[in-house]
């Protein structure tokens, strides 16, 4: 009796004792195992008389059940440490510094860095941004624009035309320019429109300033009274900010676009002394973008009332303005996406010129 007593103290002792789930397995053992001392004091209960084999095996089942418990907390305990010790030493070390030197940083595209300049510059004039498809349609990209086919002005644009057909037979192209996200804004909604559209244009063309995929933003403002001053108001807004400076000098002059009426193409003063273009200086003239009042017959097209509705629109080419403002020679080595270009020619983030930022809270 009192062995049983002493055996079951010293196999609490060692389970409670073990530092491990092997050495709380041998504890086990040496009393429930083949060979453990309980499994043979049990086994001994046939060979007793019926009272005493009464007493006995209730004796022996509650160090049994005691000893299980005993076990059981303890291998819960030894599991639970064994857990937070693998979660300690598989930790991830998120604080690892990185390695900040500029080599080490991506850079930003000069169209990128552009496009943000020019969508940050009109946002804050009340302009959204508004995007549609490269892959276009004739309607949209022409005949609503009021270049019916035949005309002209389409022979001008070097179209890309798919092999494919819309389904309802239209010729299908890469759109020329971004005008046609004009046509899709005004029958998407109701005017008053005031939007940008920075976007990817295509035509089949290639030399030191032409690529066969290029950048525009388009403009477009519809309302009821909008007029010519505000055109001629918003550019030069647009172009002080841009070219940031006040001195910029802008010449609005007469030209033609089958879908504005009266059109104007705007130049910028500039200074090509010794073969460097310097813009906002001298008295030479370069060409930056292409406007007018949105033709009568483009608003007709739309469902639009041009005795209700007018407003303007203007283009420009993304890639060129920013060969312009960052002094980049040649255009198609935008596109070749040569990293020791964009080392030389991209923005590093957070460390980009005044514009382009974010808007100033
Ligand atoms: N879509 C013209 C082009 O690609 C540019 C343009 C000119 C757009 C005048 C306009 C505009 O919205 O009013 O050559």
């Given at each position: 009796m009192t062995e049983i007593v002493k055996l079951a103290e010293e196999a609490e002792r060692a389970m409670t004792a073990a530092s491990s789930l092997e050495a709380l397995e041998e504890a086990r053992l040496s009393v429930l195992g083949k060979k453990g001392w309980l499994s043979a004091a049990l086994k001994e209960l046939g060979a007793l008389n019926a009272e005493e084999r009464k007493a006995r095996a209730q004796q022996l089942n509650e160090v049994k059940d005691r000893l299980a418990a005993?076990?059981?907390?303890?291998?819960?305990a030894l599991n639970d440490a064994a857990i937070?010790?693998?979660?300690?030493?598989e930790r991830l070390d998120m604080t690892l510094p990185l390695n900040e030197s500029a080599e080490a940083q991506g850079r930003i595209h000069p169209v990128s860095q552009v496009i943000d300049?020019?969508?940050?510059?009109?946002?804050?004039?009340?302009?959204?941004?508004?995007?549609?498809?490269?892959?276009?349609?004739?309607?949209?990209?022409f005949t609503a624009l009021n270049m019916p086919p035949e005309h002209p002005a389409r022979q001008m644009q070097?179209?890309?035309?798919?092999?494919?057909?819309?389904?309802?037979?239209?010729q299908i192209v890469l759109r020329t320019h971004t005008s046609p996200v004009q046509i899709r804004t005004m029958r998407g909604g109701p005017p008053p429109h005031r939007i940008v559209v920075p976007g990817r244009t295509y035509r089949s063309d290639y030399d030191m300033t032409h690529t066969p995929m290029f950048h525009q933003v388009e403009g477009l403002v519809i309302d009821r009274t909008t007029h010519m001053g505000h055109l001629k108001g918003v550019l030069t807004e647009f172009c002080k900010a841009f070219f940031e400076t006040e001195n910029v000098k802008m010449r609005f002059r007469p030209s033609y676009f089958p879908f504005t009426e009266p059109s104007a193409e705007v130049d910028i003063n500039c200074s090509r002394e010794?073969?460097?273009?310097?813009?906002?200086?001298?008295?030479d003239?370069?060409?930056?973008?292409?406007?007018?009042?949105?033709?009568?017959r483009v608003l007709q097209h739309c469902g639009l009332d041009?005795?209700?509705?007018?407003?303007?629109?203007?283009?420009?080419?993304?890639?060129?303005?920013?060969?312009?403002?960052?002094?980049?020679?040649?255009?198609?080595?935008?596109?070749?996406?040569?990293l020791r270009?964009?080392?030389?020619?991209?923005?590093?983030?957070?460390?980009?010129?005044?514009?382009?930022?974010?808007?100033?809270r």
């Open positions: 005993v076990l059981e907390s303890r291998k819960t937070e010790a693998r979660l300690k030493a300049e020019i969508t940050e510059i009109f946002a804050a004039m009340g302009f959204s941004i508004a995007e549609g498809p490269d892959i276009e349609d004739d309607f949209h990209n070097d179209t890309f035309y798919l092999p494919k057909r819309g389904a309802d037979g239209e010794g073969g460097v273009l310097r813009v906002g200086e001298g008295d003239w370069l060409e930056i973008l292409g406007s007018g009042m949105v033709h009568p041009p005795n209700e509705w007018q407003g303007f629109a203007f283009g420009m080419g993304i890639d060129r303005i920013a060969m312009l403002k960052y002094g980049i020679p040649d255009l198609r080595a935008f596109f070749d996406a040569d270009w964009l080392k030389h020619y991209g923005f590093v983030p957070l460390d980009i010129p005044t514009l382009g930022q974010g808007v100033a």
